[in-house]
């Protein structure tokens, strides 16, 4: 299957600072990227939709100026956390389609764990 | 809406046991794709079935069957002789075909943990 390859597998920082999370298909063209956040020993609740070129949907409740989701190319999307906070410590993964053609597959990247101290 | 339900949270097993992981799903979409993950500890999701709602034939890979029944909504997992490797949670999730609500993505469930002890 294809390969999404998400950067950095585990990050540790200091309050107030700001961590960006890369993901990127490596094969094939995502036009869409969605983030998820999955905190211990709970499921993958969606964040955000990003299509290439256009701007981020958020689902509700996730605070946008937060969560900068970039999606520049077909192959790169990036989520920065701003300002992070202990609350924000989560695992964090991105998933990639190509919803121009018939394909109904979805493709992880490996998770960014990240822990706020 | 769109809802998928694990009800087992966690289960536990002895090794060469079969375990069933159930997995209902609501949607009001005719067509839709639902998905089988595996989590093991290093939090990478390991991809291990996709079926369409058009498709209700169960499959066997391995140890590992799935039975899918559109009347009752159901999309279980059989762990057949289960293995300490199988010990992970594993994750039901539906996409509708159409790519209503978020543009296509998966919908999760809670997920049940599997230990499967030697």
């Known amino acids: 299957g294809a390969v999404v390859s998400q950067h950095p597998s585990r990050v540790i920082c200091k309050s107030g600072t700001s961590v960006k999370i890369e993901c990127r298909s490596l094969?094939?063209?995502?036009?869409?990227m969605f983030w998820y956040r999955q905190f211990p020993k709970q499921s993958l609740m969606l964040m955000a939709t990003?299509?290439?070129?256009?701007?981020?949907?958020?689902e509700q409740g996730v605070e946008k100026d937060k969560f900068l989701i970039n999606h520049a190319s077909l192959t790169l999307s990036t989520l920065t956390v701003t300002s992070a906070h202990p609350e924000d410590s989560s695992f964090y993964i991105c998933?990639?389609?190509?919803?121009?053609?018939?394909?109904?597959?979805?493709?992880f990247g490996q998770g960014t764990r990240l822990t706020v101290v | 809406a769109q809802k998928v339900t694990q009800a087992q949270t966690e289960i536990s097993v002895v090794e060469k046991e079969d375990v069933t992981l159930d997995c209902v799903y609501e949607?009001?979409?005719?067509?839709?794709?639902l998905f089988w993950y595996k989590q093991p500890p290093s939090g990478e999701l390991v991809f291990l079935i996709r079926r369409n709602s058009f498709d209700e034939q169960n499959e066997i890979s391995g140890r590992y069957s799935w039975n899918f029944q559109k009347s009752t909504s159901s999309f279980n997992f059989t762990i057949t002789a289960s293995q300490v490797v199988d010990s992970a949670v594993y994750f039901c999730?539906?996409?509708?075909?159409?790519?209503?609500?978020?543009?296509?993505?998966?919908?999760f469930g809670k997920g049940t943990k599997l230990s499967v002890k030697p």
């Open positions: 998933s990639a389609r190509d919803l121009r053609g018939s394909s109904v597959e979805a493709f």
């Open positions: 990003s299509n290439e070129g256009s701007k981020a949907t958020y």
């Open positions: 094969d094939f063209q995502a036009t869409t």
């Open positions: 999730a539906l996409t509708p075909l159409n790519y209503g609500g978020s543009q296509g993505n998966l919908i």
């Open positions: 949607t009001r979409d005719t067509t839709y794709y």
